[in-house]
């Protein structure tokens, strides 16, 4: 059989965990030479989420099988870790009239109703694990930036540089404190937001404040936005409520 392999590598805080897009040809490599299967393509999607649809290296793979042909992944989960993703993936691929093989805990999944079950039993497992993975970064980060550790290059809003702090050799802070003007702005959010959303429960308003609403609000204030400048976007104010602790009741 001709096989095109496709990797996909995303490089999560535990590094060392993480299957190597080189770790992964080479094992799939092997793998069809046991089996006299000839290689006529390999494609790679390097820093790219299983949850992504947009990844070039592996709509390439799947545009350059033919009729009779097989995409091969190692494991399932280099293929998506998102279950209505996989199935999209998968079906583009029998469109082509081509089969998708996994190399290290699968084989070939037939086109039958018992290996579509398994596969998306395998997904919903993979999906879960990266929505938990998601959540126990995204809380691990909240934590350190809470202590006041600087996270990423651009600060959280309600935050700024502690210009008396470590530095790193560079010279840039690599700590925070709050930033009180923003902070009483955030306090302000949270509390127009959940009193809003408390009287409309109530019946007493017809709906609470969006977060459009509350980013113009911002704006007839002259308040500065994240960044500098007078624009505020409504996901803005939407983020900054959440990082606070609120759960949206409307996405906007």
Known sequence: MQVILYARFSPRRNAEDCESIEHQ??????????????????YTDEVLSGGDYNRPGLWDAIAACQPGQAVAVRQLDRLARDVYLCEVIVRSIRGRRGTLIVTHGGGTLEDNPDADMLRQILQAVAERQRKVTSALTKAAMLRKQADGIRMSKQLPYGWKLDVQGPKNAAGVPTRMMRNPRQQKIIEALVVEYAVSHRLANLGALRRGRGFRELARLLEQQAVPAPGGGRHWRGQSVKQILIKAGITPQIIM
Do not use: K, S, T
């Open 25 to 42: 040809l080479a094992d799939m490599r092997d793998w069809c030479q046991q089996r006299n299967h000839e290689i006529i393509g390999e």
